[in-house]
């Protein structure tokens, strides 16, 4: 494989996977399991949920190690498998997308915040470097460091990316629409200021990820666009927002109402889009016709 980034200077529009945690579940994990864990115990679940995605025409499937930090494993008692999970995570994605696909190994923020001292800068880096060198070990191509809100843990996992490995540095963070229609993270951040920080802190690819559907990302792309006219931007939405149905949070978008909004994102500035929580191997198929229609 080469790089994501020569792809992308290609001027290719690249097609990334769908949810995970909603395959997971379909696939029958239960509430309060360790979704890391069924790397070991479900391994063919695993994999079929990435072969799954390739089959629907994703060129990069992620690994199924979002919550795998040894902070977040701790919870699990699973601290010490940190990187036999990540590993294993990486090899099944591995697997499914051959050598004609990318592995974007998955890392998720710990859960601690730093600004109440739950957790130290070095308890981050010493647990993200171990999650990164194990998605390495274990095929991956790139490190997508997703669903971030805190641009200070963020640094500290791409740090860990960046000093322990070699691979592209992909990072995400989650918006949510404010009384005054702009987008701040949690802790206050513009999508504008999300770029800026990752810029100056090299990394390759930045975006944004879950808490919206696709109409929810235009804006949050076309203002990550208007701050860097020429970083690569993926943006990876979800099902449109959840709605409680018999005490059930069910995604009500549709590949088909998603598949209006694919085009103004390509024109917004997005060169990479996938989806999460909610979106299927069906709404991936939907994409890469769409993106086709675009060539």
């Not at 927002?241 to 024109?267: C, R």
Request: glycine share 10%.
């Amino acid at each position: 494989m080469g790089r994501l980034i020569d792809e992308l200077a290609k001027g290719k529009i690249m097609i990334s996977d769908g949810a995970w945690g909603t395959m997971l579940f379909d696939k029958g994990l239960k509430l309060g399991e360790c979704p890391e864990l069924w790397n070991v115990t479900h391994r063919n679940d695993v994999l079929d949920i990435a072969q799954q995605y390739i089959s629907a025409g994703a060129q990069m499937v992620e690994t199924n190690s979002f919550g795998g930090n040894s902070i977040k494993l701790s919870g699990f008692d699973l601290d010490k498998r940190a990187y036999e999970l990540n590993k294993i995570a990486a090899e099944i994605s591995r697997e499914a997308a051959g050598n004609d696909n990318f592995v974007l190994g998955s890392m998720g923020p710990s859960g601690k915040f730093l600004v109440t001292e739950e957790v130290t800068e070095d308890e981050l880096i010493d647990s993200f470097s171990e999650q990164a060198i194990a998605l390495r070990d274990g095929g991956a191509d790139a490190i997508c460091i997703e669903t971030f809100y805190d641009l200070n843990e963020a640094k500290c996992a791409v740090d860990a990316v960046n000093k322990n490995t070699d691979l592209e540095v992909i990072c995400t963070f989650t918006f949510d629409k404010q009384m005054d229609d702009s987008y701040r993270t949690m802790m206050g951040t513009s999508p504008s200021e999300v770029v800026e920080f990752l810029v100056k802190n090299k990394v390759d690819i930045v975006g944004t990820n879950c808490g919206n559907g696709f109409s929810g990302m235009l804006e949050i792309v076309s203002e990550m666009r208007k701050t860097n006219n020429t970083i690569p931007i993926i943006v990876q939405a979800n099902a449109g927002l959840p709605k409680l149905i018999n005490g059930i949070s069910v995604y009500t978008e549709t590949p088909d109402i998603m598949a209006i909004e694919i085009p103004k994102l390509i024109n917004a500035g997005a060169n990479c889009i996938g989806g999460c929580c909610g979106t299927t191997p069906q709404h991936i198929k939907r994409i890469v016709i769409e993106v086709n229609k675009t060539l």
